[in-house]
């Protein structure tokens, strides 16, 4: 795959990711806790993916596979939950500049990993997706926010970006030979079963709430685990994992657009150029600038 396609498909994959952020606000307007939230979203995207696994290409896994692929599935369920413990603790656009640190974590992970220092076009990157970040997530113009008296709510959603860095990176490392399907639907599984075991949404206890939470849980299914999941797997085995990160910036516009739409929240002029700062980040690394060559014909 050509690395503009699957700089495309991460950007579906972390705008589906924006989507959601709605969708779960939705779900605690209507009453529902962070686990019933991540809880019927994993259950939802298990299901869904499964029906597409059986009419889908498939091989079989080893003791490797499985291991792997369920570490990356408690990953992306871990995001979901410390995000959703931000959320509740901290305004939403505190929130969401501390999941934000994902982008530079995920860069100094691959530098680590590469024993490498990151690229001056990825630093120049990070610098605008930094600046658009708190331009469009509201923090300047935040004054009454008390950064000491939010403890909580800042280090969940910093652990968030720390998951989701990790997530990032290990989705375009592992099992690279299993199918797509069959590798979303297992680390959605995997993302499954952190939640039923560490969390217990009530659901458990009550299974009816299963068919009452059905319409939403398959739209925080298909924007919070299978087209996120899905496309994230058929693109980050095809770019290095920093500029993977930084394609992932581009769920903050989608998160900050969807709320305008979906929840009819209001957006200043600050956050559409904080938006814009982002996407030029996001674009920076596309761009191939080569030596200029003469073309002078002598003689």
């Known amino acids: 795959m050509k690395p503009l396609n699957a700089s495309l498909c991460v950007l579906i994959g972390a705008s589906?990711?924006?989507?959601?952020?709605?969708?779960?606000?939705l779900g605690f307007a209507e009453g529902y806790s962070v686990s019933d939230v991540t809880g019927i979203q994993y259950l939802f995207g298990v299901a869904m993916l499964f029906l597409a696994f059986l009419f889908t290409k498939k091989i079989k896994m080893t003791k490797m596979h499985w291991v792997s692929l369920f570490g990356v599935g408690i990953l992306l369920s871990l995001t979901g939950v410390f995000y959703g413990l931000s959320l509740h603790e901290v305004p939403a656009s505190i929130a969401v500049v501390m999941l934000f640190q994902f982008t530079w974590i995920g860069v100094l992970i691959e530098s680590i990993y590469l024993k490498k220092f990151p690229s001056n076009k990825k630093l120049l990157s990070i610098v605008f997706l930094w600046m658009g970040t708190l331009l469009s997530g509201g923090v300047i113009s935040s004054e009454r926010f008390r950064w000491s008296e939010n403890g909580m709510g800042i280090l969940f959603g910093f652990f968030a970006a720390i998951t989701f860095a990790l997530f990032i990176f290990f989705s375009g490392k592992v099992a690279r030979e299993v199918p797509t399907i069959q590798k979303s639907m297992m680390i959605t599984l995997g993302g499954l079963l952190v939640v039923l075991i560490a969390f217990r949404p009530s659901f458990l206890q009550e299974p009816v709430q299963i068919v009452e939470m059905a319409d939403f849980g398959l739209l925080v299914g298909i924007f919070g685990s299978i087209f996120p999941v899905l496309f994230f797997a058929i693109g980050t085995p095809h770019l290095d994992s920093g500029l993977s990160t930084?394609?992932?910036?581009?769920?903050?516009?989608?998160a900050i657009l969807a709320a305008m739409w979906i929840l009819h929240e209001q957006v200043v002029l600050l956050q559409l150029i904080g938006i814009l700062l982002i996407l030029i980040g996001i674009a920076i690394p596309q761009f191939h600038i080569g030596p200029v060559r003469n073309r002078k014909q002598f003689g």
């Open 246 to 254: 930084i394609m992932g910036a581009a769920e903050l516009p989608a």
């Open 16 to 25: 589906s990711y924006g989507i959601h952020a709605s969708v779960v606000k």
